[in-house]
Nanobody, 114 residues
Framework: QVQLVESGGGLVQPGGSLRLSCAASGSIFSIVAMAWYRQAPGKQRELVARIINSDSTYYADSVRGRFTISRVNADTVYLQMNSLKPEDTAVYYC?????????WGQGTQVTVSS
């Protein structure tokens, strides 16, 4: 079992930055991969960025070059978001994968608006 708690969301102007944090607890040393997903109103949840172990990363085309995912120790993953755009507005969810199990956080709202 893994519990995930996100923080760091909020309101930011276009071009601004935010850093999301996800704190994991429980069986953290069994986590194979962690990721950030987002879901905008009326849209499907989509993968934003993924990190396997601490150094293999993947980014969606829409955020590559602007967002950076990192994992510190075994229990914290960050999403640094720069040059934010209105279309980045969504609820952002932390995700963790253990063999044969998936876990989600409760989500944190990010709103990009002037």
């Amino acid at each position: 079992q893994v519990q995930l708690v996100e923080s760091g969301g909020g309101l930011v102007q276009p071009g601004g930055s935010l850093r999301l944090s996800c704190a994991a607890s429980g069986s953290i040393f069994s986590i194979v991969a962690m990721a950030w997903y987002r879901q905008a109103p009326g849209k499907q949840r989509e993968l934003v960025a993924r990190i396997i172990n601490s150094d293999s990363t993947y980014y969606a085309d829409s955020v590559r070059g602007r967002f950076t995912i990192s994992r510190v120790n075994a229990d914290t993953v960050y999403l640094q978001m720069n040059s934010l755009k209105p279309e980045d507005t969504a609820v952002y969810y932390c995700y963790a994968h253990i063999i044969m199990s998936d876990y989600w956080g409760q989500g944190t709202q990010v709103t990009v608006s002037s």
